[in-house]
């Protein structure tokens, strides 16, 4: 415990009731949420398999579970549940899938499978308008709204076919034994809703729950916290009002206005000392945040000293503004005889990393993109993992598919269309109605025998994939379907190699995981879709600038920041201007701002490329909320003010010198 603070210190010991602890950004608050754990399991009396830390990424899940193996044993550190919602869902449905009508191996589809279900419903193949709505159904499904309540909410166009979309959607993903990404938090809901006493069987195992980035949570995420603390109410929520920026996916901020009403007893510890930024920017970040109506009063403090002052530049265009950015950079870095990875340049949209990524390659300055195509995305990932979710489950109709045309083996569209008119017919999956007998009556021997071979191979797979090591069954099934060659017929040379490549990499990193976790193919297959591969560049061990969104950063911290595109209309977005919407377009400014350690630097411009023509650029609003102590302009209308003052105060020293020599 030494070295924290008496707050810190404070939210650790308290155990009296549900805990609140407002952490501003840099204050520390990973640090009290294991220490936490650690007081829990050693001084407490807790079991650690009672006590469970809930995250919202893979990333932090694993970075609190290093730092926890630091302060435990590492077999006491493996018996805490640290996870994500979605893993802790997915935990609680394997185990209760038969309470909702499911089998314990349900598939769990991504984004590009449930786009292909309700494409085939809403009978569009627009990928804007499938985005849509997708987001839509996802928005209702985290408001726990049912697709019968949808039907009446729906406001527009858009929403009437996401609704009518919405029932005969749930019931496909239902036909399939699959679940997306939004049933793992909602199904959960439903299960302790209907089933009091599997509710209670998991109060009782997870005696003592503590949340990570608590104002990131939506409807969905509060009811199943509420469900699982039950009347005990053991719980630490840890979070920030003022880094609340994800409303668009369905956070919902009331979560936090909640906490009070709802839990009487509820204690608020406030963590203000920040251990991350100079004062200069901490100041800057609270005259911000501080024209936001505020939930709970707090103003971060440092002891960093004061630090060099904040930089705005005015540059002439975009082009301009990444050419001076990527040139201050660099000149900044050789100053302070600094690493590439102390710098990030970061922006409001993707689309404004293009000319930044062009400067930077052309000065030869290694950079990394966060928020690139995942691993997963990958068309040949994609393909292999088909095959084993597959194994997994049978009844996986859009694995069933794409596994059996890829490779191609001579089972055309045709074929495929009438197993699916038989298998709908019979309300079986298309993996069960090849080997009927009624299904070998409607087609040709010549359209039947590919798909028995493949089924039949399908099942002889499946029982060593269940039974032996995954490092003895994954080679011999990309070898039994011929997938390099099939790359290499494909595409050219050089593409055909980086896929097999990205194949094989793949498939080292899952017997790897198989040997070390001591799991078959098929227990792999079940944790696949919700582990983001480790990222191929792991960042912290590359020496490289980082190019991120403003919502990517979040959580993360640099020694040097530029901030880039600070204008109206980019930040503040031009579709966010409401007060509600513009309320969180300042809280992503002020994550922007916190995200700085020793020194911040921004930029806007007078005027913006948008495809071929100029268009005038305002400086963005909350520039001048930032006030004008600690800030040094340059070119552009805002430069003139500080030097004019500059000027006075520096006549006003020389008179005040001159008198007193005159003395």
């Known amino acids: 415990m030494s070295g924290l ?64 193996g630091k302060l435990l044993s590492r077999s006491t550190a493996e018996e805490l549940q640290i996870s994500t919602f979605h893993s802790l869902g997915v935990r609680i449905l394997r185990e209760e899938a038969k309470a909702l009508g499911y089998k314990p191996r349900f598939s769990i589809f991504d984004a590009a499978d449930c786009a292909g279900i309700i494409g085939d419903i809403a009978r569009t193949v627009d990928k804007a308008t499938l985005r849509r709505l997708q987001a839509i159904i996802s928005n209702w499904k985290n408001a726990l709204v049912t697709p019968e309540a949808a039907r009446q909410l729906a406001g527009n166009e858009h929403e009437a076919l996401a609704a009518h979309a919405y029932l005969s959607y749930e019931a496909t993903l239902k036909a399939y034994q699959a679940m997306d990404f939004d049933d793992l938090i909602g199904l959960p809901v439903t299960l302790f809703q209907q089933h009091p006493t599997i509710a209670e069987k998991w109060q009782n195992r997870l005696r003592y729950l503590l949340v990570d980035e608590y104002q990131d949570t939506n409807a969905c995420q509060y009811q199943l916290l509420k469900l699982l603390t039950g009347v005990r109410a053991q719980f630490t929520a840890v979070g920030d009002d003022d880094q609340a920026i994800y409303g668009w996916r369905g956070a919902d901020i009331d979560n936090l206005k909640k906490l009070p009403a709802e839990f009487p007893s509820l204690k608020v510890i406030k963590l203000e000392q920040n251990y991350r930024s100079t004062v200069r920017i901490l100041k800057a970040a609270n005259n911000v945040i501080a024209h936001n109506e505020k939930l709970f009063d707090k103003k971060l403090w440092s002891e960093l000293g004061h630090g060099d002052p904040i930089t705005v530049t005015a540059c002439r265009d975009n082009e301009a503004e990444a050419e001076g950015v990527v040139m201050k950079l660099q000149a900044h870095r050789f100053e302070q005889r600094g690493r590439f990875k102390d710098y990030a340049i970061l922006f409001r949209s993707n689309h404004q990393a293009r000319l930044l990524e062009t400067q930077l390659r052309n000065q030869k300055i290694p950079y990394l993109l966060s928020g690139g195509q995942s691993f997963f995305d990958k068309a040949e990932i994609k393909d292999i993992t088909a095959y084993l979710r597959l194994l997994a489950n ?27 008119q038989y298998a709908g017919e019979r309300h079986v999956s298309l993996f069960h109605a090849l080997f009927e007998e009624g299904f070998a009556r409607r087609v040709q021997p010549r359209q039947l025998e590919p798909l028995l071979e493949f089924g039949q191979f399908i099942n002889r797979i499946q029982q060593r994939a269940g039974r032996e090591p995954a490092q003895q069954v994954l080679p011999d099934l990309l070898k039994a379907i011929d997938y390099e060659a099939f790359l290499y017929d494909q595409e050219e040379e050089r593409t055909a190699q980086t896929r097999w490549a990205n194949v094989s990499e793949f498939a080292d990193w899952l017997n790897r995981k198989g040997e070390e976790d001591g799991k078959t193919l098929i227990d792999l297959t079940q944790s696949i879709a919700l582990i983001n591969m480790l990222d191929k560049q792991n960042s912290e061990d590359v020496d490289a600038v980082q190019l991120s969104t403003l919502h990517a950063a979040k959580g993360l911290e640099y020694r040097h920041v530029f901030l880039v595109g600070i204008e109206e209309g980019i930040l503040p977005h031009r579709e966010s201007l409401e007060p509600a919407k513009l309320e969180e377009e300042r809280r992503l400014m002020y994550v922007g701002i916190t995200r700085a350690q020793r020194s911040l630097h921004l930029s806007y411009c007078e005027r913006r490329k948008q495809a071929r023509e100029f268009i005038p650029s305002e400086p963005s609003r909350f520039i001048a909320e930032m006030g004008k102590d600690d800030i040094r302009f340059s070119g552009g209308k805002l430069a003139a003010e500080p030097d004019k003052a500059t000027g006075s105060a520096r006549l006003d020293a020389l008179k005040a010198m001159l008198a007193g020599n005159k003395r």
Not at 59 to 67: H, L, N, V, Y
């Open 5 to 68: 603070n008496p707050q810190q210190r404070e939210a650790i010991h308290y155990l009296d009731g549900p805990l609140l602890v407002l952490a501003g950004a840099g204050s520390g608050k990973t640090r009290v949420i294991t220490q936490k754990i650690a007081y829990l399991v050693q001084d407490c009396g807790f079991q650690p398999r009672n006590v469970a830390a809930i995250t919202f990424t893979n990333k932090a899940a694993k970075e609190m579970q290093e730092r926890i």
């Open 394 to 420: 049978e009844d996986d109709d859009p694995a069933f598919i794409r596994a059996a045309t890829t490779p191609k083996r001579g089972i055309g569209a045709a074929t495929l269309q009438m197993l699916g």
